[in-house]
């Protein structure tokens, strides 16, 4: 289950998609759209195994909410909004992306939003390095195939390798185990452990040994053939 603080509002049942009425977007609580929202109602809750046929615009990557730029939505394909579309392509597969960025905010300590929940979940007060493991936590208890993982986090290392080096090295350990043995990583697992107040340096270790490993699968090649010592 994808947790409130890194929902979108245009997955909540608040939300108003009123442009082809007139241009505008309105959530029926008042709030301006953001996320981390205490009134987040999921109004795909009971459609996330259905058939691709009945899918909603909302969670599609040709989407685009443009209401706080031009009072406007937008399909990439130019298609009125609507079901049944043939060029679906389901957005969850680059969900990723939106939470090594938050990961990158919390652990540079450009934002607190959201950390209220957070720190209430874990009953503690927690840095910004902790922040960033209990949002990638988040990630990687969506349950999503592997392959969007690694495909990801092979187009987007170079742009946080500086700001964010110790996931880097964690991401990147779980990425060789995967090229050299065909492993999958216990990520979930590992930032629980994290979380547990296990030291990252031990648990990187820990990723090389194998001692994360979820069985064998189909490997997916890096783009990159770094290995770490």
């Known amino acids: 289950m994808i947790r409130l603080e890194t929902r979108f509002c245009i997955e909540c049942e608040n939300f108003e998609d009123r442009g082809e009425i007139d241009g505008v977007v309105v959530c029926a609580k008042g709030h301006r759209p953001e996320i981390a929202c205490a009134d987040f109602k999921d109004k795909f809750r009971d459609m996330r195994k259905v058939n691709l046929k009945i899918r ?3 969670e599609c990557e040709n989407f685009e ?4 730029i031009d009072g406007t939505v937008l399909c990439a394909k130019g298609h009125r909004p609507g079901v049944s579309c043939e060029d679906f392509k389901d957005r969850l597969v680059d969900i990723f992306y939106l939470y090594i960025y938050w990961a990158y905010l919390y652990e540079t300590g450009k934002t607190d939003v959201g950390t209220e929940s957070f720190e209430s979940r874990y009953l503690r007060k927690l840095s910004g390095q902790e922040l ?4 990638l936590l988040d990630y ?4 999503l195939d592997d392959s ?5 986090w092979n187009i987007v290392r170079k742009n946080y390798e500086k700001e964010l080096p110790m996931i880097s090295k964690i991401f990147d ?5 995967s090229d050299l043995h065909g492993e999958r990583t216990d990520l979930k697992k590992v930032f629980e452990d994290l979380l547990s107040f296990k030291k990252p340096k031990e648990t990187i ?9 979820r069985g064998s699968f189909v490997r997916f090649k890096s783009t990159s053939q770094k290995v770490l010592p």
């Open 132 to 135: 960033a493991y209990a949002c």
């Open 173 to 177: 350990a779980a990425l060789q185990r």
């Open 148 to 152: 969007y993982f690694h495909r990801c």
């Open 65 to 68: 909410d443009r209401g706080e």
């Open 205 to 213: 270790e820990k990723i090389l040994k194998g001692d994360y490993r």
């Open 140 to 143: 990687f208890e969506l349950g």
């Open 56 to 58: 909603l615009c909302g």
